[in-house]
Antibody, heavy 120, light 111 residues
């Protein structure tokens, strides 16, 4: 059964870079049928698409975050990662990783989410 | 401000039906049959309930159904049960530049 698990620091200082990793188990990140996405949810608010990456390295980013977002994939470790630069308090959120079907555009498997707080 | 517009709340008594709307544009909801709906209970990850406008993943009760007309998609929950009380989010494919957009979410209360 496919499982995704986010990991990374829970506290990041303003102006620094937020870094998270999602480890995929029970399936291969190199599948041509899926890409791998990041979604965030500020406390008490709705979901926001951050971006996604295909195993080949092709990326798709939310235009509003594109200038600060970098994603990467490590097929040898079955992991993909997110970096968000120049963070502010507005970037405080629960960050989810998820699998996105390339042909269905459905997010059918999610990690449990990890809270990242931006504060000095 | 979310790309897709949902009502902030909806409610119904047990056994009744509730319908949630999700309004976008011809660049997302109206342009593609890739609307999905997610259920989220407090402190949990979202769960896929509907994809490609009308399809239900295995294990999702047939009380949940989806539809679309023009730029507006809808999720209907029939025969409301206590466990259906949750936040519901719609999403749509929005082309290769935006890729995925979400609605602001609707809190469903079972009275």
């Amino acid at each position: 059964q496919l499982q995704l698990q986010e990991s990374g620091p829970g506290l990041v200082k303003p102006s620094e870079t937020l870094s998270l990793t999602c480890t995929v188990s029970g399936g291969s990140i190199s599948s041509s049928s899926y890409c791998w996405g990041w979604i965030r949810q500020p406390p008490g608010k709705g979901l926001e698409w951050i971006g996604s990456i295909y195993y080949s390295g092709s990326t798709y980013y939310n235009p509003s975050l594109k200038s600060r977002v970098t994603t990467s994939v490590d097929t040898s470790k079955n992991q993909f990662s997110l970096k968000l630069s120049s963070v502010t308090a507005a970037d405080t959120a629960v960050y989810f990783c998820a699998r996105l079907g390339m042909s269905t555009k459905k997010l059918d498997c999610w990690g449990q989410g990890t809270l990242v707080t931006v504060s000095s | 401000q979310s790309a897709l517009t949902q009502p902030p709340s909806a409610s119904g008594s047990p056994g009744q039906s509730v319908t949630i709307s999700c309004t976008g544009t011809s660049s997302d909801v109206g342009g593609y049959d890739f609307v999905s709906w997610y259920q989220q209970h407090p402190g949990k990850a979202p769960k896929l309930m509907i994809y490609e406008v009308t399809k239900r993943p295995s294990g999702v009760p047939d009380r949940f159904s989806g539809s679309k007309s023009g730029n507006t998609a809808s999720l209907t929950v029939s025969g409301l049960q206590a466990e259906d009380e949750a936040d519901y989010y719609c999403s749509s494919y929005a082309g290769s530049n935006n890729f995925v957009v979400f609605g602001g979410g609707t809190k469903v209360t079972v009275l």
